[in-house]
């Protein structure tokens, strides 16, 4: 499986933006799929993610109530909806699949096998 993200961008704060990831590739739409992103010098850290299902969806704290994770019908692509934006919002986004099945680890890093490229966010003050 192939991903491949999109949308980040230079945006100031209080702004939105939308990333998407495209999945590609057998059985792609078999996987549940999450947002990490990394930040210079710190550890790639959980944004958000949504099961296979889509009946279980986690945020990290300090993005809830601000950005929303979502996918299409067709279960290939994933958009994380990204409002009021904050400086401690720069980084780079990457998604993630994770088997359709798997448990635990939902908000870890070990817990995805496949991961795009990333698409940079850079929030100004």
């Known amino acids: 499986v192939q991903l491949q993200a999109s949308g980040g961008g230079l945006v100031q704060a209080g702004g939105s933006l939308r990333l998407s990831c495209q999945a590609s590739g057998r059985a792609a739409s078999n996987y549940g799929m999450g947002w990490f992103r990394q930040a210079p010098g710190k550890e790639r850290e959980f944004v958000s993610a949504m099961s296979w299902s889509g009946g279980n969806i986690d945020y990290a704290d300090s993005v809830k109530g601000r950005f929303t994770i979502s996918r299409d019908n067709t279960r290939t692509i994933i958009y994380l909806q990204m409002n009021s934006l904050k400086p401690e919002d720069t980084a780079v986004y990457y998604c993630?699949?994770?088997?359709?099945?798997?448990?635990?680890?939902?908000?870890?890093?070990?817990?995805?096998?496949?991961w795009g490229q990333g698409t940079e966010v850079t929030v100004s003050s």
């Open positions: 993630a699949a994770r088997q359709r099945g798997r448990v635990g680890d939902f908000n870890h890093p070990r817990g995805y096998i496949y």
